[in-house]
């Protein structure tokens, strides 16, 4: 990976200002309902946006889908994730985002946004991207997995119908994210897949004006949607479910190979990428398939991959397991640490060490978190070791 310049500790950005006075009556609604939904997500929960009385309408009708193909006979098959989706006529895909009217595919959640809020990039969490930055982050409804756990199913699963949501152009998205005093524009909350051409589309346009954009995904996707995002984004964060194949089948209801490759094509595609596992007591957290996911993680994407473990709280349809134990996580971060890799943290634990980041080679503490998602201190110079010089790898600058 390329390491950027580093010049020192990153403040976080401020609030920025307010926007427009022409937008500001239906923007002061969307904020207030998007507000309720992201104070819910600092303590792992989505809050819906409530039901709208009518689906609104597109300002120019809805947007034809990018990745697809006709089949004849009005018959049309998606192309957006693996799961190539046959849509006859009037119907909808598996993730209910994609519609074929007359054998032409439209995406009815471009441009509708469901939430949008400013979270500190650790949040996401990306440890190894402009730490103790700010990143404006929206979501559509819908998903293309339908995890037993997911921790914001309220918009993930819901249809775009079933949302309440405000049309923001992709130029609109990379202005106010600009005004807020973010960095980067966080496509999260829901799947970015279901919505990759308005999220390709509202990175192009905060890279025009110097705003970068970051992906938090579950990785399920096509290869061609992928490198197509690749060319404007500056870094993707998958959820490494499992390393079972059972696992993503059953409990998450997608499939493991196609997750596997995304890593390995974001590696080869020079795009930043970290990987977060939730780790579920008695499903996910068996010591065999952690050992596995560390030999094919040494194996396929090298040591320098940041892993997080994070604790599980119950949610949604998996409220009969406990909490995870702390030790759990810390014996899953000695596992792959054992297997030789360099990053691996902890996290929905706040305070505990393992959310630092540490030199591989002197051992000292480079970036020093806190509570709440803060960054305390960066003892880095210009991307690496602040005591031994050792390169860090990321995006510092």
Same mark, same amino acid.
């Given at each position: 990976?390329?390491i950027?310049?580093?010049?020192g500790?990153?403040?976080?950005?401020?609030?920025?200002r307010?926007?427009?006075?022409?937008?500001?009556?239906?923007?002061?609604?969307?904020l207030?309902?998007?507000a309720g939904?992201?104070a819910?997500?600092?303590?792992?929960?989505g809050?819906?946006?409530?039901?709208?009385?009518?689906?609104p309408?597109?300002?120019?009708?809805?947007?034809e889908?990018?990745y $697809?193909?006709?089949?004849?006979?009005? #018959? &049309?098959?998606? %192309? +957006?994730? !693996?799961?190539?989706?046959?849509?006859?006529?009037?119907?909808?895909?598996f993730c209910s985002?994609?519609?074929?009217?007359?054998?032409?595919? $439209?995406?009815?959640?471009?441009?509708? #946004? &469901?939430?949008? %809020? +400013?979270? !500190?990039?650790?949040?996401?969490?990306?440890?190894?991207?402009?730490?103790?930055?700010?990143?404006?982050?929206?979501?559509?409804a819908?998903?293309?997995f339908?995890?037993?756990f997911?921790q914001?199913?309220?918009?993930?699963?819901?249809?775009?119908?079933?949302l309440?949501t405000q049309f923001m152009?992709p130029e609109t998205v990379?202005?106010e994210?600009k005004?807020?005093?973010?960095?980067s524009?966080?496509?999260?909350?829901n799947?970015?897949?279901?919505?990759?051409?308005?999220a390709?589309?509202?990175?192009?346009a905060g890279e025009?004006?110097?705003?970068?954009?970051?992906?938090?995904?579950?990785?399920?996707?096509?290869p061609?949607?992928?490198e197509?995002?690749?060319e404007?984004?500056?870094?993707?964060k998958?959820?490494?479910?499992?390393?079972?194949?059972?696992?993503?089948?059953e409990?998450?209801g997608?499939?493991?190979?196609?997750?596997l490759?995304?890593?390995?094509?974001?590696r080869?595609?020079?795009?930043?990428?970290?990987?977060v596992?939730?780790?579920i007591p008695?499903?996910?957290?068996?010591?065999?398939d952690?050992?596995?996911?560390?030999?094919?993680l040494?194996g396929?994407?090298?040591p320098?991959?940041?892993v997080h473990?994070?604790?599980?709280?119950p949610l949604?349809?998996?409220?009969?397991?406990?909490?995870?134990?702390v030790s759990?996580?810390?014996?899953?971060?000695e596992i792959?640490?054992?297997?030789?890799?360099?990053?691996?943290?902890?996290?929905?634990?706040?305070?505990?060490?393992?959310?630092?980041?540490?030199?591989?080679?002197?051992?000292?503490?480079?970036i020093?978190r806190?509570?709440?998602?803060?960054?305390?201190?960066?003892?880095?110079?210009?991307g690496?070791?602040?005591?031994?010089?050792?390169?860090i790898?990321?995006?510092?600058?």
């Amino acid at each position: 990976m390329t390491i950027d310049r580093f010049p020192g500790i990153i403040p976080a950005a401020s609030a920025g200002r307010a926007p427009a006075e022409s937008s500001v009556l239906s923007r002061r609604l969307f904020l207030a309902a998007s507000a309720g939904f992201c104070a819910a997500c600092a303590l792992g929960r989505g809050v819906s946006l409530g039901a709208p009385t009518a689906f609104p309408p597109y300002p120019a009708g809805p947007k034809e889908a990018r990745y $697809y193909e006709k089949l004849g006979n009005g #018959v &049309a098959r998606c %192309a +957006v994730c !693996p799961r190539r989706c046959v849509i006859p006529d009037g119907e909808r895909g598996f993730c209910s985002t994609r519609e074929n009217r007359g054998g032409t595919l $439209y995406s009815l959640v471009y441009g509708r #946004v &469901a939430s949008m %809020a +400013v979270d !500190p990039i650790e949040k996401k969490p990306l440890f190894h991207f402009l730490p103790g930055s700010q990143a404006y982050s929206i979501a559509t409804a819908g998903c293309n997995f339908t995890c037993k756990f997911c921790q914001n199913y309220t918009i993930s699963q819901a249809k775009p119908e079933e949302l309440r949501t405000q049309f923001m152009s992709p130029e609109t998205v990379a202005s106010e994210a600009k005004a807020s005093g973010a960095q980067s524009i966080a496509f999260t909350y829901n799947e970015p897949t279901v919505f990759t051409e308005f999220a390709r589309d509202c990175a192009a346009a905060g890279e025009r004006i110097g705003v970068r954009s970051v992906v938090i995904s579950n990785g399920f996707i096509s290869p061609e949607p992928l490198e197509r995002l690749a060319e404007v984004i500056a870094a993707y964060k998958v959820d490494f479910k499992a390393f079972s194949k059972s696992f993503y089948r059953e409990v998450a209801g997608g499939d493991r190979e196609p997750v596997l490759a995304t890593i390995k094509l974001l590696r080869k595609l020079n795009v930043w990428t970290e990987l977060v596992h939730l780790t579920i007591p008695t499903l996910n957290d068996g010591e065999n398939d952690l050992r596995g996911m560390g030999d094919w993680l040494m194996g396929e994407v090298g040591p320098d991959v940041p892993v997080h473990f994070t604790r599980f709280y119950p949610l949604y349809r998996l409220t009969d397991l406990p909490v995870t134990p702390v030790s759990t996580l810390e014996k899953a971060r000695e596992i792959l640490m054992a297997k030789g890799m360099r990053y691996v943290y902890v996290g929905n634990i706040p305070g505990h060490p393992g959310e630092s980041t540490y030199c591989p080679k002197c051992g000292k503490i480079v970036i020093e978190r806190g509570y709440g998602y803060s960054v305390k201190q960066v003892r880095m110079n210009r991307g690496a070791c602040g005591s031994c010089g050792t390169p860090i790898p990321g995006v510092w600058s």
